[in-house]
Structure formats: C-alpha cells, structure tokens
C-alpha cells in the first residue's frame, strides 16, 4: 500500500516496493484501489510497475489517476513498484495484495 494509505499520500515522496518470493515461484499481484493524481502523461503523480527477470527490472508499464495496473503474474520471482508524487496534489494511492505460486 501507499503511505499513509487510506488517507492521503505526503508529497515530495519516492518509494520503492520490492516483492521477492521464493525462487522457482511467481507473484499474482492485484490492486483492490487506485487513486492518485491523474494527467494525460503520469509526469505527475505515478506507479511504475516492473517485472523483475534474471535480475533485471522489465518496465510493465506506468499508471496514475484511477486507472490502476491490471492483474499480474510475474515472470519469476520479484515484481518491483515505483511510487511517484510530486510537490502539489495528494490522493488516496494504492491497496494492492499478491500471492505466491508454485
């Protein structure tokens, strides 16, 4: 989840979530909310998710205002999420679970 999730997210902030499971196992990953600053672009505020594959992160894409991530599988095991707000308006941000597959 964002910080500070359900209230409102600070501004100036930069995180990183890393989801590791054990190796030979993979990550379902789904968003059950998703609100932040939207814009045609996401230059504002953002979550880029990666797919991490033979150590290297894979950009699946960037996602702002209410249209969250689709659900995901990840290709081995580490998914990576990079939180993004500017200096000016907050929101509610991300509540996203995942699972571990065999």
């Known amino acids: ?17 890393r989801i590791v499971v054990a190796p030979g196992t993979s990550i379902d990953l789904t968003f059950e909310d998703f609100s932040m600053e939207g814009g045609s ?9 990666y797919d991490v594959v033979s150590g290297v992160p894979v950009l699946l894409g960037v996602y702002c ?6 659900d995901t599988t990840s290709t081995e095991n580490e998914l990576r999420l990079v939180f993004h707000s500017d200096s000016s ?14």
């Open 1 to 17: 989840m964002s910080p500070n999730y359900p209230d409102e997210y600070d501004i100036l902030l930069d995180c990183e979530y």
């Open 65 to 70: 205002g209410t249209d969250a991530p689709p």
């Open 89 to 102: 308006v907050g929101d509610n941000g991300f509540l996203a679970n995942y699972v571990t597959n065999s």
């Open 41 to 49: 672009s996401c230059q504002n505020d953002y979550l880029e998710l």
